[in-house]
């Protein structure tokens, strides 16, 4: 995406009680990274539902600030030009991963909203597809004949 659609996104889509992003879309491979807090309301009491734990309860709490942010971008008459061009995720960060957090088994750091286009999908030529298909199939009956 380009980058005045991510600022039209960060301006536009984030509320007071859906994300509070605390810096500016930060440019990385494949998209933009916004870092923030999900501040839609906890609901980590189990309750009468015996299947509910804290974990699922984050997760849904996580699944329903992806669809708010989404029903926004849908729904606001400022975004109709960006809409069909943005496509975001809420994820742990990928770009915090060090070798310590490794070393002592931290899965868990910070999530951040990861914004790309809508077709993730690299692109690639399809001579170039056919061409690697071709040289590999050569060089493996190259190999399986002993050349």
Known sequence: PSEEDVDVFFKEVF???????VKKPQAVPGGYIIWGENK???????????DSTPSSSSNSRNDEL????????????????IKDRLQFYYMVDPTS?????????????????????RDIEPDTNKLVKLGVSLLSGVLAAGFAAGL
């Open 15 to 21: 509320g007071k009680r859906t994300f509070n992003p």
């Open 97 to 117: 991963t060090n070798e310590e957090m490794i070393d002592l088994g931290e899965e868990y750091d910070s999530p951040v909203l990861y914004v790309t286009g």
């Open 40 to 50: 839609l309301p906890s609901n980590d009491v189990v309750g009468d539902n015996k």
């Open 66 to 81: 992806v669809a708010l942010l989404q029903e926004e971008l849908d729904t606001k008459e400022s975004l109709t030009e």
